[in-house]
């Protein structure tokens, strides 16, 4: 079974910290992605990797970057945190973009809160 | 920029009938996925369509896709209160990145 852990289901952050999400799969997937989900907008694409050390931005970018030194981890860094990312942020991870019948595996979700 | 639209955004059912969530989207597209998430979980596969005509069903979830019409459908044959829960679709846009529906909250009340 795929596994995709992050590292805490609640955090609680204060206005202008920097803050770190961490993400870690175990199936030796090639795609991982940064996602984060509001109340009636679905899930909106923050930035993705296909490999290490490369990424690329999705629809939200602003306000975050993202580091992918080794396969399993992909890490969000929100360099100075606002009150308008409180959110889940969810990580998922995919082994191909050249397998057609891939699909996104997701992790349990980081819930952000911050003050 | 893909849109990808689902209707209803809420819906609430009783126990034992039919319904169906429709999925739009605004660009090419052959790969669509459904997608379903329980409060305070993450999201779970439920079905990857491929190509135009696709038709997979598991359980009381029937899911296609028509893509020269752009529009999946995800039915939902005599609903039980199990199959309450928030589901999304995506749809492909290139390699495996996947843009998402708002998601359509289902109750299904006994």
């Known amino acids: 079974d795929v596994k995709v852990t992050q590292s805490s289901r609640y955090l609680v952050k204060r206005t202008g910290e920097k803050v770190f999400l961490e993400c870690v799969q175990d199936?030796?997937?090639?795609?991982m992605f940064w996602y984060r989900q509001d109340p009636g907008l679905g899930l909106r694409l923050i930035y993705f990797?296909?490999?290490?050390?490369?990424?690329e931005k999705g629809d939200i970018p602003e306000g975050y970057s993202v580091s992918r030194e080794k396969k399993e981890r992909f890490s969000l860094i929100l360099e100075s945190a606002s009150t308008n990312q409180t959110s889940m942020y969810l990580c998922?991870?995919?082994?191909?973009?050249?397998?057609?019948?891939?699909?996104?595996?997701f992790g349990p979700g980081t819930r952000l809160t911050v003050l | 920029e893909l849109k990808v639209e689902q209707n209803p955004l809420f819906l609430s059912m009783q126990e034992g009938k039919n319904y169906t969530i429709y999925c739009n989207y605004s660009?090419?597209?052959?790969?669509l996925y459904w997608y379903r998430q329980d409060p305070g979980k993450s999201l779970e596969s439920l079905f990857v369509?491929?190509?135009?005509?696709a038709v997979k069903q598991e359980g009381r979830l029937m899911a296609s896709l028509d893509t020269k019409a752009r529009l999946s459908t995800l039915h939902i044959t005599a609903a039980v209160h199990d199959l309450s829960a928030t589901y999304f679709c995506?749809?492909?846009?290139?390699?495996?990145?996947?843009?998402f529906g708002a998601g359509t909250r289902l109750t299904v009340k006994p």
């Open positions: 998922a991870s995919s082994l191909s973009q050249f397998m057609d019948t891939d699909t996104q595996y």
């Open positions: 199936m030796d997937h090639e795609n």
């Open positions: 990797s296909y490999d290490v050390k490369m990424k």
């Open positions: 660009t090419t597209s052959d790969r």
């Open positions: 369509l491929l190509s135009n005509g």
């Open positions: 995506a749809v492909d846009v290139i390699g495996n990145d996947m843009r």
